[in-house]
Antibody, heavy 117, light 110 residues
Framework: EEQLVESGGGLVQPGGSLTLSCLASGLTISSYWMTWVRQAPGKGLEWVALIKGDGSDKLYVDSVKGRFTISRDNAKNSLYLQMSNLRADDTAVYYC??????????WGQGSMVTVSS | QAGLTQPPSVSKDLRQTATLTCTGNGDNVGDQGAAWLQQHQGHPPKLLSYRNNNRASGISERVSASRSGDTASLTITGLQPEDEADYYCSAWDSSLRAWVFGGGTKLTVL
């Protein structure tokens, strides 16, 4: 079965840091664009960042530029999101998703990040 | 980054047809179309249709997507209780170089 599993979420204080991981199984992600999407409690979906298959191109939503870094380790079939200087409005469920045919056609179950003192 | 526009809610009777809309501009929906995702409460989103309007794998033939200009539409026929969910559209914005989502439509099946 093809699946993506996120980990690394939790409670962090404002200004703190956290790194999310997304491990793929049943598929090889090296040729796919991979994306992080978040969803604040009771809100809609917000695209956060994406990375090309070979890691050579990375894009971010304006609100996280300079604070978040997307990366991948294709040898480990994994995707990462390093988050720093976290703010209360970063509180959300963070999903990783694979763009296998140009759209978000495989999603993980999500990892909750809560930024609070 | 500007998002796509979806009506917040749509209500339809069981076995009726619902058409959900998603409006963008020439840099996103009008350029490459919009994909559609379904999300049930407490679950991750699931892709229903691609930007080229093809259904994703395993999706019912009751679901179809189309586009006219800068507006994409998702039509679900023969509504069933399990169709009650939140529906999101997404599109690549070639000007922003970013993915954009609609705010979501909550579909209620009466």
């Amino acid at each position: 079965e093809e699946q993506l599993v996120e980990s690394g979420g939790g409670l962090v204080q404002p200004g703190g840091s956290l790194t999310l991981s997304c491990l793929a199984s049943g598929l090889t992600i090296s040729s796919y664009w991979m994306t992080w999407v978040r969803q604040a409690p009771g809100k809609g979906l917000e695209w956060v960042a994406l990375i090309k298959g070979d890691g050579s191109d990375k894009l971010y939503v304006d609100s996280v530029k300079g604070r978040f870094t997307i990366s991948r380790d294709n040898a480990k079939n994994s995707l990462y999101l390093q988050m720093s200087n976290l703010r209360a409005d970063d509180t959300a469920v963070y999903y990783c998703a694979a763009e296998r045919v140009g759209d978000f056609d495989l999603w993980g179950q999500g990892s909750m990040v809560t930024v609070s003192s | 980054q500007a998002g796509l526009t979806q009506p917040p809610s749509v209500s339809k009777d069981l076995r009726q047809t619902a058409t959900l809309t998603c409006t963008g501009n020439g840099d996103n929906v009008g350029d490459q179309g919009a994909a559609w995702l379904q999300q049930h409460q407490g679950h991750p989103p699931k892709l229903l249709s691609y930007r080229n309007n093809n259904r994703a794998s395993g999706i019912s033939e009751r679901v179809s997507a189309s586009r006219s200009g800068d507006t994409a539409s998702l039509t679900i026929t023969g509504l069933q209780p399990e169709d009650e969910a939140d529906y999101y559209c997404s599109a690549w914005d070639s000007s922003l170089r970013a993915w954009v989502f609609g705010g979501g439509t909550k579909l209620t099946v009466l």
